[in-house]
């Protein structure tokens, strides 16, 4: 079954910079067209979205609040998926969560999430 395992998570200080990595298994990226998606929470609100990339092709789409800042990569080799995050602000601050859809498939896969706290 789908087994995704996100890290790099932390502490940073606004306008500093972290990756954040999705380690999947269960799938190959090569072969299968799932789409790798980050969603992030804060407490009290619902699950936003933050950006998604295809495995085939890895044609990629982000949210406008991280538009310029944040880029979501993948890596076939290591069937791994990553979330460049720069300029980071306050707001910022959230658990990310990785989850992976099957194209044909309504059911995603979750990760147990990473917290990412921007502070002073």
């Known amino acids: 079954q789908v087994q995704l395992v996100e890290s790099g998570g932390g502490l940073v200080q606004p306008g500093g910079s972290l990756r954040l990595s999705c380690a999947a298994s269960g799938f190959t990226f090569d072969t299968e067209n799932y789409f790798m998606t980050w969603y992030r929470q804060t407490p009290g609100k619902e699950r936003e979205f933050v950006a998604s990339?295809?495995?085939?092709?890895?044609?990629?789409s982000s949210a406008d609040s991280v538009k310029g800042r944040f880029t979501i990569t993948k890596d076939n080799a290591k069937n791994t998926v990553y979330l460049q995050m720069t300029s980071l602000k306050p707001e910022d601050t959230a658990v990310y969560y990785c989850a992976a859809r099957w194209r044909f498939s309504s059911k995603e896969d979750w990760g147990q999430g990473t917290q990412v706290t921007v502070s002073t």
């Open positions: 990339i295809r495995t085939r092709d890895g044609s990629a």
